[in-house]
């Protein structure tokens, strides 16, 4: 009788753990930028380049970049200059050195994570064979208005490293 609650237990805790979800969760085959703004959803568009990442070596550091738009022509970009490889990294206007930010734009104005007012953080959770993978949240405002913000939130992405 143990012997069979063991095999049960092990059968279910196989079951259970390849049905939970993750970062990377998307299309089976295909890049993605997703989060929710403001209770509305943004996935970037499936067309060629709806979501690309690159890394720029400025020589003395890297900047490491992830931006994707959707069908809406809205757009959302990460960039973390000084980027180091995976790991979190703060997106505001308070992290000294060069500011790593979070902006999300639709097609009248946009709102960055640097402006007064603006915080949130991203982690890369992968960044090898040519693919990277992460989280993000962020609370952009107008530059020209600190009152108008945009909530960022539940941001996930993979995307392929352009060439």
Same mark, same amino acid.
């Given at each position: 009788? #143990?012997? #069979?609650?063991?095999?049960?237990?092990?059968?279910?805790?196989?079951?259970?753990?390849?049905?939970?979800?993750?970062?990377?969760?998307?299309?089976?085959?295909?890049?993605?930028?997703?989060?929710?703004?403001?209770?509305?959803?943004?996935?970037?568009?499936?067309?060629?380049?709806?979501?690309?990442?690159? #890394?720029?070596?400025?020589?003395?550091?890297?900047?490491?970049?992830?931006?994707?738009?959707?069908?809406?022509?809205?757009?959302?970009?990460?960039?973390?200059?000084?980027?180091?490889?995976?790991?979190?990294?703060?997106?505001?206007?308070?992290?000294?050195?060069?500011?790593?930010?979070?902006?999300?734009?639709?097609?009248?104005?946009?709102?960055?994570?640097?402006?007064?007012?603006?915080?949130?953080?991203?982690?890369?959770?992968?960044?090898?064979?040519?693919?990277?993978?992460?989280?993000?949240?962020?609370?952009?405002?107008?530059?020209?208005?600190?009152?108008?913000?945009?909530?960022?939130?539940?941001?996930?992405?993979?995307?392929?490293?352009?060439?």
């Amino acid at each position: 009788m #143990k012997l #069979k609650f063991y095999f049960l237990c092990v059968f279910l805790s196989i079951l259970f753990l390849s049905c939970s979800s993750s970062a990377e969760d998307g299309p089976a085959d295909g890049e993605f930028i997703r989060a929710t703004v403001e209770n509305v959803s943004f996935e970037s568009s499936d067309v060629s380049d709806g979501a690309t990442a690159s #890394k720029i070596d400025g020589g003395s550091f890297i900047t490491f970049i992830v931006q994707g738009f959707d069908s809406a022509g809205n757009s959302l970009v990460i960039v973390v200059p000084e980027y180091s490889g995976p790991g979190s990294y703060d997106l505001g206007n308070d992290n000294g050195g060069f500011m790593a930010s979070g902006f999300f734009g639709n097609q009248e104005t946009g709102w960055s994570s640097v402006n007064d007012g603006g915080s949130g953080s991203v982690t890369v959770l992968t960044d090898e064979s040519g693919e990277t993978t992460g989280r993000f949240e962020f609370i952009g405002t107008q530059s020209d208005n600190a009152v108008s913000t945009r909530s960022i939130t539940d941001g996930r992405f993979r995307v392929n490293f352009e060439n």
